[in-house]
């Protein structure tokens, strides 16, 4: 059954697409849950794990009361009047449509990102399985492709890369790189270690001389995970990008939102679509880049 049905999406490269867009449709909407609710169980573990080793600092202080709280439970409910949200709710985009963008009990407005999330990850999706095909590489981009829409949104909401989604990816990128996926073992496992080093070594460097952190920790391991798919060739390419649009980006807050040069801007986002870009297109992007230097 299984192979007749790769024999048949190998077919019809139509009917592949549209598998693609349907399912990853459906995942985008649960990275909209995981988007939402991993900073609030981190933060759940934290304060826990505070209060455990500060126990006999709290134990007179009254402690707030801490929801149990995962990716299944409870419910995706209304945050403004609890409605529970049925299973024809939360279909994704046609819903949301069909909503209008609103609770269908207290007519509460849906944020018009959750259809946005999904939709972008239909799209990417589709990318990527029009440029592999029916291919080994385009489940295992897919998967890297779903995890950094959900890190590129948690970081610019709180600031954080979670090692619950970093540190697996990472461990994939060198796995598959063993028989040569994309890149030589030796090329994966250098990429990783100079990707963490090159921004742990600009970290202390400024932090030296200025005082001040300049990124966060979760910056170092999301290039190592970059280093691990793609080899340390492309790393440049990759840095080069990620901080042009990072630096545009912090001159347009500047300019336009009254940030000042002292407000933190998160750099994971950048460093995860510069990413994306250079494990499709890096190859050509780096000869454009020499050719034009040259």
Same mark, same amino acid.
């Given at each position: 059954?299984?192979? @007749?049905?790769?024999?048949?999406?190998?077919?019809?490269?139509?009917?592949?697409?549209?598998?693609?867009?349907?399912?990853?449709?459906?995942?985008?909407?649960?990275?909209?849950?995981?988007?939402?609710?991993?900073?609030?169980?981190?933060?759940?573990?934290?304060?826990?794990?505070?209060?455990?080793?500060?126990?006999?600092?709290?134990?007179?202080?009254?402690?707030?009361?801490?929801?149990?709280?995962?990716?299944?439970?409870?419910?995706?409910?209304?945050?403004?009047?609890?409605?529970? %949200?049925?299973?024809?709710?939360? %279909?994704?985009?046609?819903?949301?449509?069909?909503?209008?963008?609103?609770?269908? @009990?207290?007519?509460?407005?849906?944020?018009?990102?959750?259809?946005?999330?999904?939709?972008?990850?239909?799209?990417?999706?589709?990318?990527?399985?029009? @440029?592999?095909?029916?291919? #080994?590489?385009?489940?295992?981009?897919?998967?890297?492709?779903?995890?950094?829409?959900?890190?590129?949104?948690?970081?610019?909401?709180?600031?954080?890369?979670?090692?619950?989604?970093?540190?697996?990816?990472?461990?994939?990128?060198?796995?598959?790189?063993?028989?040569?996926?994309?890149?030589?073992?030796?090329?994966?496992?250098?990429?990783?270690?100079?990707?963490?080093?090159?921004?742990?070594? #600009?970290?202390?460097?400024?932090?030296?001389?200025?005082?001040?952190?300049?990124?966060?920790?979760?910056?170092?391991?999301?290039?190592?995970?970059?280093?691990?798919?793609?080899?340390? @060739?492309?790393?440049?390419?990759? %840095?080069?990008?990620?901080?042009?649009?990072?630096?545009?980006?912090?001159?347009?807050?500047?300019?336009?939102?009254?940030?000042?040069?002292?407000?933190?801007?998160?750099?994971?986002?950048?460093?995860?679509?510069?990413?994306?870009?250079?494990?499709?297109?890096?190859?050509?992007?780096?000869?454009?880049?020499?050719?034009?230097?040259?």
């Amino acid at each position: 059954m299984f192979e @007749q049905t790769l024999m048949f999406f190998q077919q019809s490269p139509t009917a592949f697409h549209l598998f693609v867009v349907i399912f990853s449709l459906i995942i985008g909407s649960f990275l909209n849950v995981v988007i939402y609710r991993l900073p609030k169980i981190m933060h759940n573990n934290w304060t826990l794990e505070c209060r455990e080793f500060l126990a006999d600092d709290v134990n007179n202080t009254p402690a707030k009361k801490i929801t149990a709280l995962s990716l299944s439970k409870p419910d995706s409910t209304c945050p403004k009047c609890q409605h529970k %949200i049925r299973f024809y709710e939360n %279909i994704p985009i046609i819903s949301w449509l069909f909503l209008q963008g609103k609770c269908s @009990q207290c007519k509460n407005n849906i944020s018009i990102r959750y259809p946005l999330v999904e939709a972008t990850t239909g799209l990417l999706s589709l990318v990527i399985a029009n @440029q592999y095909g029916v291919s #080994v590489e385009t489940l295992l981009l897919l998967i890297l492709t779903w995890g950094l829409i959900c890190l590129t949104l948690i970081d610019f909401d709180h600031m954080l890369l979670p090692d619950q989604i970093v540190m697996p990816l990472l461990w994939l990128g060198l796995l598959v790189n063993i028989t040569g996926t994309f890149v030589s073992i030796n090329d994966a496992v250098i990429g990783a270690a100079v990707g963490y080093m090159s921004l742990f070594s #600009v970290f202390w460097l400024f932090k030296l001389f200025t005082g001040k952190e300049g990124m966060g920790h979760g910056d170092f391991k999301l290039f190592a995970l970059f280093g691990a798919w793609l080899g340390w @060739q492309l790393l440049p390419i990759l %840095i080069l990008m990620a901080s042009v649009v990072g630096a545009l980006m912090g001159i347009s807050l500047m300019l336009f939102k009254n940030h000042t040069r002292e407000q933190a801007i998160p750099f994971g986002p950048y460093l995860a679509i510069a990413g994306w870009i250079t494990l499709l297109w890096g190859d050509g992007i780096w000869s454009w880049y020499l050719i034009q230097i040259s």
